[in-house]
């Protein structure tokens, strides 16, 4: 059964920094690009970033270039979000996510919950 | 990176269709066809219901189902049933090598 298995959120004050992981399983991990999509408080989706499963073909939405990076790690079959710099309205569910490399986002874990306030 | 237009609210009772559109423009949906639609209840994640504009996943009902033209996409659901109560989203590849959402749709089976 495929799985994927968010950790990592918690509150933060603005300006600091949470590490976002993400465990995969019931697929080959190593074959497939993977993103984070995110969904604040009673709003709507909005894709965050993607990688392909080699590491390369990185993209950010406009919002977090610069604060955000993307990375995996094959040999643990797990993709991290490393958020800096965090802004209240990066406040969100955040998914991890199957896909983002064509196609569509065909599976989504239950998310980790990610609070900036001061 | 502006998010795709869908209707806020959709609503019609038991046995009836409905249709969600989803407007872009020529940098998303405009251009490529890997627009995909997923169905959200509340509190949980969401759930792919159609790829590739009109393709089905297996184990996602007929009642599904999509199409696209030109910069607007469609969910068309036949034979409203109560479990199909949810929160819709439309999604789209872009120019810039990134993936827009649209607002979703809160369907209301009456």
């Known amino acids: 059964e495929m799985q994927l298995v968010e950790s990592g959120g918690g509150s933060v004050q603005p300006g600091g920094s949470l590490r976002l992981a993400c465990v995969a399983s019931?697929?080959?991990?190593?074959?497939?690009?993977m993103s984070w999509v995110r969904q604040a408080p009673g709003g709507g989706l909005e894709w965050v970033a993607k990688m392909k499963e080699d590491g390369s073909d990185v993209s950010y939405v406009d919002s977090v270039k610069g604060r955000f990076t993307i990375s995996r790690d094959n040999a643990r079959n797990s993709l991290f979000l490393q958020m800096n710099n965090l802004k209240v309205e990066d406040t969100a569910m955040y998914y991890c996510?199957?896909?983002?490399?064509?196609?569509?986002?065909?599976?989504w874990g239950r998310g980790t919950l990610v609070t900036v306030s001061s | 990176q502006s998010a795709l237009t869908q209707p806020a609210s959709v609503s019609a009772s038991p046995g009836q269709s409905i249709a969600i559109s989803c407007i872009g423009t020529s940098s998303d949906l405009g251009s490529y066809d890997l627009v995909s639609w997923y169905q959200q209840y509340p509190g949980k994640a969401p759930k792919l219901m159609i790829y590739e504009a009109s393709k089905r996943p297996s184990g996602v009902s007929a009642r599904f189902s999509g199409s696209k033209s030109g910069n607007t996409a469609s969910l068309t659901i036949t034979g409203l049933q109560a479990e199909d109560e949810a929160d819709y989203y439309c999604c789209s590849y872009s120019h810039g090598n990134i993936w827009v959402f649209g607002g979703g749709t809160k369907l209301t089976v009456l």
């Open positions: 019931g697929f080959s991990f190593n074959w497939q690009t």
């Open positions: 996510v199957k896909g983002g490399g064509g196609c569509c986002f065909d599976y």
